[in-house]
């Protein structure tokens, strides 16, 4: 009995612990690990190419959320929905004219839901390893996003 109670303390130690991670360091936080420089502690910089996405919702209102992107060999940028908060991905496929901004220029881009053969093509060359789960909460499914430049 006195084992159920540990593993009981320690399941609910996992999920502050996830929600803490989710919502506060990248929900609130939303750190850039872009820049140089070994990954000692979040925000420090992992070399993690990223975008600041801006979508817009039912009501007009603009939301700006800070993603790692994914560049391909050919020069296709993504994005992912690979945690539990998925707002702006869903915004984004209501309102798929998104602005990204990438090293402080801004474009316009076309979300377009990656499915088949290019999602798996892209989930492999970009995964998510289980330590990354495991932080994250084993998240639902993955879902992922081409942001397709729009000409001015």
């Known amino acids: 009995m006195r084992v159920f109670k540990w593993l009981g303390v320690l399941g609910l130690i996992y999920i502050v612990l996830v929600?803490?991670?989710?919502?506060v360091l990248l929900g609130y936080n939303q750190p850039s690990f872009e820049d140089e420089g070994g990954c000692s502690g979040f925000g420090q910089g992992?070399?993690?190419p990223m975008i600041v996405i801006?979508?817009?919702?039912?009501k007009g209102?603009?939301?700006?959320?800070m993603l790692a992107r994914f560049n391909s060999t050919d020069g296709k940028i993504y994005v992912s929905a690979h945690h539990w908060p998925r707002g702006w991905y869903?915004?984004?496929i209501k309102n798929p004219n998104v602005k990204g901004t990438i090293d402080g220029e801004v474009k316009d881009y076309l979300a377009v839901p990656v499915e088949g053969d290019e999602f798996e093509m892209v989930a492999r060359g970009f995964p998510l390893r289980l330590p990354v789960k495991i932080m994250m909460g084993f998240p639902p499914k993955r879902q992922i996003l081409r942001l397709d430049p729009l000409e001015n």
């Open 46 to 48: 992992c070399g993690i």
């Open 90 to 92: 869903k915004e984004a």
């Open 19 to 23: 929600f803490l991670f989710e919502t």
């Open 61 to 65: 209102q603009l939301t700006d959320r």
């Open 54 to 58: 801006t979508t817009t919702d039912d």
